[in-house]
């Protein structure tokens, strides 16, 4: 708690207000730290929001799992490379954080910049509805109510996700692409794993994620 407070403080000067923090054993999958906000009094800036459990839209954070599938579909390498160019699908016309188009890439190029348009290319060519249905298997609990809602858009933050959420789909990278549902209890045994993806994409994909600072 003390940490998250003094990080708020340093980042007020950049609007950043309050912040949440899971941490995850990955060795065991017990979650050892929930901090929900910086300030539960701060009346403000939603100090008795918990934070960790609120529905927010996701940014970029699930680029790495749209990859890593890809790999698995045999559809991408990390060193394949694609277009980043302008694109237009039915009217929807994705565009990178700095508005740029870098032309020819590879596909660890694209996740190492999280670039936009490269990733919606790739939503496309594996089909959202896959991976819609990989975190409803992780209990993306909001994702599987607006399954029918969700396109393209989603790969770019597009859907409701939490933080617990995400904390336990990225502790399934560490554990050879296999998820099994954070322990939020003390002997808590009855949880099942489930393999994400393989272990070979997950080795290409902690590659390319250990090369970004």
């Given at each position: ?42 009346t403000t800036d939603g100090g008795q929001v918990n934070g960790a459990n609120a529905v927010r839209q996701p940014g970029s954070t699930l680029k790495p799992l749209l990859y890593a599938m890809c790999f698995d579909e045999g559809f991408l390498t990390p060193k ?134």
């Amino acid at each position: 708690e003390k940490i998250v407070e003094d990080y708020v403080r340093a980042q007020r000067l950049r609007n950043i207000k309050n912040a949440a923090v899971v941490i995850i054993d990955n060795k065991t999958q017990r979650v050892i730290s929930y901090v929900g906000s910086s300030n539960f009094s701060d009346t403000t800036d939603g100090g008795q929001v918990n934070g960790a459990n609120a529905v927010r839209q996701p940014g970029s954070t699930l680029k790495p799992l749209l990859y890593a599938m890809c790999f698995d579909e045999g559809f991408l390498t990390p060193k394949a490379v694609m277009t980043d160019v302008a694109v237009n699908y039915e009217g929807y016309a994705p565009e990178n954080y700095d508005k740029k188009f870098n032309g020819y890439i590879t596909t660890e190029y694209a996740l190492e910049h999280s670039l936009n348009i490269p990733a919606v290319k790739s939503l496309k060519l594996l089909g959202h509805d896959k991976l819609i249905q990989k975190l409803s298997l992780c209990n993306f609990k909001q994702i599987q109510k607006d399954q029918r809602k969700l396109g393209l858009s989603m790969i770019l933050g597009g859907c409701g996700t939490t933080l617990e959420e995400l904390t336990g789909l990225f502790a399934a990278f560490a554990n050879n692409g296999v998820y099994m549902a954070p322990s939020y209890l003390q002997g808590d045994t009855i949880r099942q794993k489930k393999v994400v993806i393989s272990p070979a994409a997950n080795y290409l994909l902690n590659e390319i994620l250990s090369k970004v600072n």
